[in-house]
């Protein structure tokens, strides 16, 4: 079953773009979590960068879940909607890599030094 037919075009086109705004801010927000984290020694801005790349993580995920629930569906959406879903979806598994790489290396610089 098509879970798509009741939506209308307009909707359809909105959700494609949410896609692709996903996987740009999942990136975004791994690159400036990740200059916040090696630029800073206090250990609140070490906080807040550890939450800010998970959150980036969190972002990349629902946009590569929202982009396979589209493509699915891909019979009723236009070639450049489907060009889009890709684009999105390589977009998020970037601002995944990027936001796990950047967790696990931060982990050493999390913990204060005496």
């Known amino acids: 079953m098509n879970s ?3 939506y209308h075009p307009e909707k359809l086109e909105n959700c494609v773009k949410t896609v ?3 996987g ?4 975004v927000l791994s690159i400036i979590f990740l200059i916040c984290l090696y630029t800073s020694y ?3 801005f070490l906080i807040v960068s550890e939450f800010g790349l998970f959150l980036s993580l969190i972002v990349g995920v629902i946009g590569c879940i929202k ?5 699915k569906n891909s019979e009723i959406l236009s070639p450049q909607e489907q060009k889009n879903i890709k684009i999105g979806k390589i ?3 970037i601002g995944i890599v990027l ?3 950047f967790i696990l290396t931060s ?3 999390s913990v204060p030094v005496k």
């Not at 740009?24 to 990136?27: L, T």
């Not at 982009?67 to 493509?71: D, I, P, T, W, Y």
């Open 67 to 71: 982009a396979n629930k589209l493509k």
């Open 42 to 44: 206090h250990l609140l």
């Open 107 to 109: 982990l050493n610089f």
């Open 20 to 22: 692709k705004k996903l």
């Open 91 to 93: 977009c998020s598994i």
């Open 24 to 27: 740009v801010i999942s990136i």
């Open 4 to 6: 798509f037919n009741n």
């Open 99 to 101: 936001a796990g790489i």
